[in-house]
């Protein structure tokens, strides 16, 4: 195994070109180090990606904020301006793992893993994130729902680096949250995971909403009608009844040892209530 660290993502994009067998990239590692050390993956080049410069770097962007591809989630955390502006967004990145993962983990490294349990994907869906992909053909950026194509599966190219994921600007009266269902206080992967990103108007009525769904399918999801169900809407209960069998319904996922097909519908739509209530509260700015 070859082991590399460039400083530059147009040299680090050459390495993985040049590369015959299996590449796999560096960025927190808490992914692919222990699927190496498992014997999952067995690579013939590891690229670090740490040293380029703005990985590891939080910058506000045209009322947003780009988060470098290292940023570990335990300096999003630690951000005044991102937690006050997608407070959603950290939270989930501050489930990932324990304290001292947390200090390597990163949200472009959660995305690219592609499970469907990943606990900041579906915050990052509802955020309306974009990642910024340089491979082979240049740079480009894309939304990050279009990332995850199955379970262990990415759109990316053998060549394709995310560089970094980008959060926008949101108007006044806006709030997003993250919760997942797990069996144990922590440190365990979601069996339902809900990102709810709206905004509220000044007489409270919501004029947009996103929602996404978790470790119910094959990839996380943006729940389809969800926008139509909550905007012109005062968030009433009538209103999230129907948001929660919305979720329900579009849940398609397994049976495993942490939580049944039936556990895990039902759980949906609890969720998607009671987070959608703690993001318009923030839209409240309570």
């Known amino acids: 195994m070859r082991y590399l660290a460039p400083d530059t993502m147009e040299a680090a994009v050459a390495m993985l070109a040049e590369a015959d067998g299996t590449s796999r990239i560096l960025a927190g590692g808490t992914d692919v180090l222990v699927q190496m050390t498992s014997?999952?993956?067995?690579?013939?080049?590891?690229?670090?990606?740490?040293?380029?410069?703005?990985?590891?770097?939080?910058?506000?962007?045209?009322?947003?904020?780009?988060?470098?591809?290292?940023?570990?989630?335990?300096?999003?955390?630690?951000?005044?301006?991102?937690?006050?502006?997608?407070?959603?967004?950290?939270?989930?990145?501050?489930?990932?793992?324990?304290?001292?993962?947390?200090?390597?983990?990163?949200?472009?490294?959660?995305?690219?893993?592609?499970?469907?349990?990943?606990?900041?994907?579906?915050?990052?869906?509802?955020?309306?994130?974009?990642?910024?992909?340089?491979?082979?053909?240049?740079?480009?950026?894309?939304?990050?729902?279009?990332?995850?194509?199955?379970?262990?599966?990415?759109?990316?190219?053998?060549?394709?680096?995310?560089?970094?994921?980008?959060?926008?600007?949101?108007?006044?009266?806006?709030?997003?949250?993250?919760?997942?269902?797990?069996?144990?206080?922590?440190?365990?992967?979601a069996v339902v995971g809900v990102g709810v990103s709206l905004t509220l108007d000044a007489g409270g009525t919501c004029t947009a909403a996103r929602v996404a769904l978790g470790a119910v399918a094959e990839t996380a999801f943006l729940l389809e009608g969800a926008e139509e169900i909550l905007v012109g809407s005062s968030l009433d209960d009538a209103t999230l009844e129907r948001l929660a069998g919305a979720a329900s319904a579009a849940c398609k996922p397994i049976d495993d040892k942490r939580g049944t097909k039936e556990f895990r519908i039902k759980v949906a739509g609890v969720l998607a209530r009671r987070v959608t209530k703690i993001a318009a509260e923030r839209a409240r700015g309570n």
């Not at 999003?76 to 200090?103: C, F, R, Y």
Request: charge should be negative; include cysteine; glycine fraction near 12%.
């Open 39 to 189: 014997g999952l993956v067995v690579p013939d080049l590891v690229v670090d990606i740490k040293h380029i410069a703005g990985t590891n770097e939080i910058t506000e962007e045209d009322g947003g904020y780009r988060i470098g591809a290292a940023v570990p989630s335990a300096a999003m955390n630690e951000h005044a301006g991102l937690k006050a502006l997608w407070p959603g967004v950290v939270e989930a990145a501050d489930l990932i793992g324990s304290t001292q993962i947390q200090g390597r983990a990163t949200i472009a490294g959660n995305l690219c893993n592609a499970s469907p349990a990943a606990d900041s994907v579906p915050a990052l869906f509802a955020a309306n994130a974009t990642a910024r992909v340089v491979g082979a053909g240049g740079t480009r950026d894309v939304p990050v729902t279009d990332i995850p194509t199955g379970v262990g599966r990415t759109s990316l190219a053998p060549t394709d680096i995310i560089q970094s994921i980008y959060l926008p600007a949101r108007p006044s009266g806006s709030g997003d949250a993250y919760q997942r269902f797990i069996p144990r206080t922590e440190m365990d992967i």
